[in-house]
């Protein structure tokens, strides 16, 4: 692929705190400016982008393709491109061949051991697994299976031994062991979407039953708490609307994107009405407010110091800032696209450190 060439020179370098927000069908990565709101930046990736991670010490953004076009189970085929882009000058600097896997979607981080995951679906010879990429080297290194067709997200703990990945239809979690890179069991729940690990890792929050659009859950919609210790669901945390997204903050306050349906059948993701963030309280959990965003919330974060949130809505193609003090809406962004789909992961990036220069 050839680089591509940012339209504003403007780099991260000058302390500003950046926003990336993938267009399923841009395909593009857009920057902004995380605190004024200002674009910055379009950068074009592979076909159907999905997810995005940042890894902050080498400044790289890294970004999922997963399907030529479409979505998970009404897609045109499988992609297995993750892009690889340089937050400085804001550039596609490599891209990752997943091959001979394909539909690379959830992506997580372990600093410390140099490690990027990638989750990617069943192959005809193959389970779904997880991929182990090496950070410094950008080669893989390893494939764990997570005994699913399906895995979609992925997260890990913070100390880097366990990680979890949600299957869509498959009716558990799967658990795999980091440090001897194995499966590890199952923890069952009716079907999953987003999840999101504790800061003390004690607990994983799932998002479940998985979405379908057809029909009502087949059981109660929410949130999943497991007891990471036990690798098992201890409390189920009730919600209206189908949860895709699930996102805890530097606070401990838990986010989770409730969607909404709208009377109709509408497309392939359904009929879907403005969605709206709840917000859950750090320690308790107890509801403490909703904030309403776009149509279909597919992913969320927050700034580092858990004061405000970003939830990506595909169907809207919007970006809605909120402010988790006051529990207010402080801005919509728009995200460019040429389909159906548009805003889906999102990623925070911190300004990076001064340099420090010698007297």
Same mark, same amino acid.
């Given at each position: 692929?050839?680089?591509?060439?940012?339209?504003?020179?403007?780099?991260?370098?000058?302390?500003?705190?950046?926003?990336?927000?993938?267009?399923?069908?841009?395909?593009?990565?857009?920057?902004?400016?995380?605190?004024?709101?200002?674009?910055?930046?379009?950068?074009?990736?592979?076909?159907?982008?999905?997810?995005?991670?940042?890894?902050?010490?080498?400044?790289?953004?890294?970004?999922?393709?997963?399907?030529?076009?479409?979505?998970? +189970?009404?897609?045109?085929? #499988?992609?297995?491109?993750?892009?690889?882009?340089?937050?400085?000058?804001?550039?596609?600097?490599?891209?990752?061949?997943?091959?001979?896997?394909?539909?690379?979607? +959830?992506?997580?981080?372990?600093?410390? #051991?140099? #490690?990027?995951?990638?989750?990617? $679906?069943?192959?005809?010879?193959?389970?779904? %697994?997880?991929?182990?990429?090496?950070?410094?080297?950008?080669?893989?290194?390893?494939?764990?299976?997570?005994?699913?067709?399906?895995?979609?997200?992925?997260?890990?703990?913070?100390?880097?031994?366990?990680?979890?990945?949600?299957?869509? $239809?498959?009716?558990?979690?799967?658990?795999?062991?980091?440090?001897?890179?194995?499966?590890?069991?199952?923890?069952?729940?009716?079907?999953?979407?987003?999840?999101?690990?504790?800061?003390? %890792?004690?607990?994983?929050?799932?998002?479940?039953?998985?979405?379908?659009?057809?029909?009502?859950?087949?059981?109660?919609?929410?949130?999943?708490?497991?007891?990471?210790?036990?690798?098992?669901?201890?409390?189920?945390?009730?919600?209206?609307?189908?949860?895709?997204?699930?996102?805890?903050?530097?606070?401990?306050?838990?986010?989770? +994107? $409730?969607?909404?349906?709208?009377?109709?059948?509408?497309?392939?993701? %359904?009929?879907?009405?403005?969605?709206?963030?709840?917000?859950?309280?750090?320690?308790?959990?107890?509801?403490?407010?909703?904030?309403?965003? +776009?149509?279909?919330?597919?992913?969320?974060?927050?700034?580092?110091? %858990?004061?405000?949130?970003?939830?990506?809505?595909?169907?809207?193609?919007?970006?809605?800032?909120?402010?988790?003090?006051?529990?207010?809406?402080?801005?919509?962004?728009?995200?460019?696209?040429?389909?159906?789909?548009?805003?889906?992961?999102?990623?925070?990036?911190?300004?990076?450190?001064?340099?420090?220069?010698?007297?």
């Amino acid at each position: 692929m050839t680089p591509n060439t940012p339209q504003s020179g403007i780099s991260s370098a000058s302390g500003r705190d950046l926003l990336a927000v993938v267009s399923q069908t841009g395909p593009t990565v857009t920057f902004f400016d995380a605190v004024t709101h200002q674009r910055l930046d379009v950068v074009e990736v592979p076909s159907n982008p999905h997810e995005l991670c940042f890894d902050p010490d080498r400044r790289l953004l890294y970004c999922a393709s997963t399907y030529v076009s479409g979505y998970y +189970g009404a897609h045109e085929g #499988r992609a297995r491109q993750v892009s690889v882009i340089d937050v400085a000058t804001r550039t596609v600097v490599d891209v990752l061949d997943t091959a001979p896997d394909h539909a690379p979607h +959830g992506l997580a981080l372990d600093r410390a #051991r140099c #490690r990027l995951y990638v989750s990617v $679906e069943a192959t005809a010879d193959a389970p779904g %697994g997880v991929l182990v990429f090496d950070t410094r080297t950008r080669q893989r290194i390893g494939r764990i299976p997570v005994m699913a067709d399906g895995p979609h997200w992925f997260a890990v703990t913070p100390d880097g031994r366990r990680g979890y990945a949600t299957n869509k $239809e498959a009716p558990f979690v799967s658990v795999v062991d980091l440090e001897r890179d194995a499966f590890a069991g199952r923890i069952p729940v009716a079907g999953s979407e987003g999840l999101a690990v504790s800061r003390d %890792g004690a607990h994983v929050y799932v998002a479940a039953p998985k979405g379908d659009f057809g029909a009502p859950p087949a059981v109660q919609p929410g949130i999943r708490v497991v007891d990471t210790a036990a690798a098992e669901v201890v409390r189920i945390i009730p919600t209206e609307g189908i949860v895709f997204p699930v996102h805890t903050t530097a606070t401990g306050a838990l986010l989770a +994107g $409730e969607l909404r349906m709208a009377p109709g059948k509408g497309g392939v993701l %359904g009929a879907q009405t403005d969605g709206v963030l709840t917000v859950f309280a750090p320690g308790t959990l107890e509801p403490v407010g909703q904030v309403p965003v +776009g149509r279909f919330p597919l992913s969320a974060t927050s700034s580092p110091d %858990g004061t405000r949130a970003y939830v990506s809505a595909v169907l809207s193609s919007t970006v809605t800032v909120v402010d988790l003090v006051d529990l207010r809406v402080l801005a919509t962004l728009d995200i460019d696209r040429k389909g159906e789909a548009g805003a889906h992961g999102l990623v925070y990036i911190p300004a990076a450190a001064p340099v420090e220069t010698a007297a």
